[in-house]
């Protein structure tokens, strides 16, 4: 995680709650569909983790109302998640398409891209867990299939303790341990952090 990722969520109110008045905020869409185009192949869902609004919105903002429980494993299955990318992409392609290249109308269509996305993750975030929604967001499931096995999580077994203290941390709920090049992984480095023998690392 870096150090302005706590702070990335607020941007996330003023896209969607501001777009409505001044569309061309929605072009803050455009740019972190471009950082995610470029990033993922070279660093898997490190974007997820890092510099995505929506995902620090989930973490530092829906977190304080979220139940803090089990995220439904089917979430993340493939028969949940392609149907939800080809729904989202094809909506979303016609509305842009349908702008016929008026600023503010393409912009507007970032906009609700934004109201649809932090609703959602208030949604899931709320009924289960902070990053819930991140589980099945398109744009994570892209962000898997670009960077697969990209910047893995390496665990050296000589050092750990079996003290579980990264499992409690992952936003994600990943079996830590053996997330190795998991392409959900997220990369927000908080088990690294946590681990008290430095047996984590990217
Ligand atoms: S899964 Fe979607 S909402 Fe969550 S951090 Fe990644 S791009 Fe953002
Ligand atoms: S395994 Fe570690 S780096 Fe990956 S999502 Fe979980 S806490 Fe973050
Ligand atoms: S925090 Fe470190 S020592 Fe503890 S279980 Fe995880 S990897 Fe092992």
Redesign the pocket.
Same mark, same amino acid.
């Given at each position: 995680m870096l150090k302005i990722t706590p702070y990335l969520g607020i941007i996330v109110l003023l896209v969607s709650i501001g777009g409505l008045w001044y569309p061309k905020l929605g072009y803050v869409v455009a740019l972190?569909f471009l950082s !995610?185009l470029a990033i993922s192949p070279f660093r898997g +869902?490190w974007? #997820? %983790?890092n510099l #995505?609004?929506? %995902?620090s919105f989930?973490d530092f903002w829906v977190g304080k109302i979220s139940r803090h429980i089990q995220i439904p494993r089917s979430f993340s299955s493939m028969a949940v998640r392609v149907p939800i990318f080809i729904a989202m992409m094809g909506m979303n392609i016609s509305r842009i398409i349908s702008t016929e290249g008026s600023v503010d109308k393409l912009g507007m269509v970032f906009v609700t891209m934004s109201i649809l996305?932090a609703s959602f993750?208030i949604l899931f975030g709320a009924a289960y867990s902070p +990053?819930a929604?991140?589980t099945l #967001?398109?744009? %994570?499931t892209l962000?898997r299939f670009l960077g697969r096995g990209k910047y893995p999580l390496k665990l050296d077994q000589n050092l750990c303790i079996d003290c579980s203290r990264c499992q409690k941390v992952c936003p994600m709920q990943l079996d830590v341990r053996a997330v190795g090049g998991d392409p959900d992984c !997220?990369k927000c480095g908080r088990c690294v952090e946590a681990c008290p023998k430095g047996a984590l690392r990217f």
């Open positions: 972190v !995610i +869902r974007f #997820c %983790g #995505c609004l929506w %995902g989930n996305t993750s +990053r929604w991140c #967001c398109p744009m %994570g962000q !997220i």
